[in-house]
């Protein structure tokens, strides 16, 4: 029987990147983790100080951390992935904080000791709109000649009152500019949305998937908001002024926002990790299976795949 989705090998109806990396590479290939010691706009003061509300000193919680080498953190991440998956390849993930927020000659001797790494593929660098001066994406555009370059732009919501609340420090606007500077450049680009930010609706929610939908990006990331210990939204959620997402809402809205993106976008992510030590809420997203499952099923359920109200 023909599969329903073109983007697929197995049960899926979304694009996944498990999918995608098999076609580019011929074989299972996984993200390996860094934290290479970056700070961010929004720490520093330059744009805001203490970060997002949702931030507990940056993004990359799994990632083995600044005290090792980026070559070092390869290798121990490589360790981890093979005791699986033998010999697999890795993308050197540049997860934690913002990394392109450095001077270039820092930036070019991070990115090229990972490169440098036996069985490392690619990169992918997680940044800020805000943080993307002309050099940097000029030295980027020429890296992406050279390896399988992803930069991860984080966006979270196309409303800027949401943006404002949770301390983003940038503006949907500036995001646009980000974006369209990186993809006239020839640079894969993977946009981050977060689902169940405070005063969202899901209305609000499927439409910041429509308006990434008609940019048409590469690849996206959807997120579910985690509350974690020690960040102003736990106190906002501790003080009763925040609800978290249900599970049942939280999967009817990815459903829902997987038919409004183009079917070619690769889904990157559909859940997040939040470290269970760490999480307050909701503790229902611990249960990844679980969520990925339901997914699957509401797409059968409802007999659609990606794109289908694109």
């Not at 020839?186 to 998937?209: F, K, N, W, Y």
Request: one cysteine or more.
């Amino acid at each position: 029987m023909e599969h329903p989705f073109p983007y697929a090998d197995d049960n899926k109806r979304y694009h996944t990147l498990a999918y995608h990396l098999k076609k580019r590479f011929g074989r299972r290939v996984f993200k390996a983790s860094i934290d290479a010691g970056f700070t961010c706009p929004n720490l520093d003061g330059t744009r805001g100080t203490g970060g997002c509300t949702y931030c507990q000193g940056g993004s990359g919680a799994f990632a083995p951390g600044p005290s090792l080498s980026v070559s070092d953190q390869v290798r121990q991440e490589q360790a981890r992935i093979h005791l699986k998956w033998k010999d697999a390849p890795v993308i050197a993930y540049f997860q934690a904080h913002t990394n392109t927020y450095a001077p270039l000659d820092t930036l070019k001797r991070k990115y090229e000791e990972a490169l440098s790494v036996d069985g490392v593929c690619g990169l992918s660098i997680a940044t800020r709109a805000d943080a993307l001066p002309k050099e940097t994406v000029a030295y980027l555009a020429q890296l992406s000649q050279q390896t399988y370059l992803t930069v991860e732009l984080g966006l979270q919501t196309i409303h800027d009152g949401t943006a404002e609340r949770i301390h983003r420090g940038h503006s949907y606007a500036e995001f646009l500019h980000a974006y369209q500077i990186l993809k006239g450049h020839g640079i894969r680009v993977c946009v981050h949305l977060i689902d169940g930010l405070p005063g969202e609706t899901q209305s609000m929610m499927l439409e910041t998937a429509r308006a990434v939908g008609r940019l048409r990006p590469d690849a996206v990331k959807l997120h579910l908001l985690h509350i974690l210990r020690g960040t102003p939204l736990a106190e906002e959620f501790t003080a009763g002024k925040l609800e978290p997402m249900t599970r049942e809402a939280y999967i009817c809205t990815v459903c829902s926002q997987l038919e409004r993106l183009p079917p070619e976008t690769v889904i990157e992510r559909v859940t997040g990790d939040g470290q269970r030590e760490m999480l307050l809420a909701p503790l229902w997203s611990l249960d990844k299976i679980a969520v990925l499952g339901g997914i699957d099923q509401e797409m059968a359920r409802r007999d659609t795949i990606q794109g289908t109200l694109f």
